[in-house]
């Protein structure tokens, strides 16, 4: 083969489908109101797809490493889709999950090693690190497509507010990632073009960047400007204040399963 040993190096891992899955059946019972607790089926829908897209972001930079030279990405397992044979699934699967639960944000992962050494160019090393984050550009595309092609007609709202907060976390995901902060997709894109001195001076901070984004988003004025940006690029979306926050009331069950009032007019702010 032209790129991989094995042909079970890209089949398609039974866990991810299995998250396919969860993520189509989770989402038949909102549409349906099958559930008894809508709330329950619109966590597992967002979790099954912030899942889903966790590891749609982890393939996109492995198949872009691997078309720009680097071989050994099928013997990992990085082309199964399979979120356990990431490098850190902590840092990839379980904290962004945890983050979303408790605060409603996309925390980025980074997960798959790349032998770098193995891909010539500059460009082809920033194609890699862009592949992921375009990956969640794409994934806030498809779910606000109903919004900006005014399709939301006969959509039950529950199925609206749950696309709404996905594509929140994907928006949130996307922006995070393209911060040019060492450890961050952002940063891998500019890298290459840095001088060999520049970046043996940033290097000893990258397993830190993410901390640093986190840290100062604790900062109240820096957090209302971060969701300020997200919530100006999901209204050019179609998407409202008022979708995202009911997504979010709808996907933290636990509090009790809202009483959504009739849209009539309202504009939800943060």
Known sequence: ????????????????????????????????????????????????????SLCLHEYAHARTALHSGDISIGAKGYLTLNPLAYTHALLSVVLPVVFVIMGGIGLPGGAVFIERHRIQGRWRHSAISAAGPLTNVLFAAVCTAPFWLHAL??????????????????VSAAILNLLPVPGLDGYGI??????YGVRRQIEPFAPFGLLAVFGFLWI???????????????RVLGVSDWDTYWGQRLFRFWQGNPEIPDLGGYLITR
């Open 153 to 170: 007609d006969g959509v039950p709202e529950h199925v609206r507010y749950a696309l709404a907060f996905l594509a929140l976390l994907q």
């Open 1 to 52: 083969m032209a790129f991989d040993a094995t042909r079970g190096a890209r089949r398609v891992s039974p866990v991810f489908l299995a998250l396919v899955a969860i993520m189509a059946v989770s989402l038949w019972a909102i549409w349906t109101d099958f559930s008894a607790s809508p709330g329950f089926a619109v966590f597992l829908f967002v979790v099954s797809a912030w899942v889903v």
């Open 220 to 234: 109240p004025s820096v957090n209302d400007a971060f969701f300020h940006v997200i919530d100006s690029v999901l």
């Open 190 to 195: 500019i890298e290459p073009w840095l001088s």
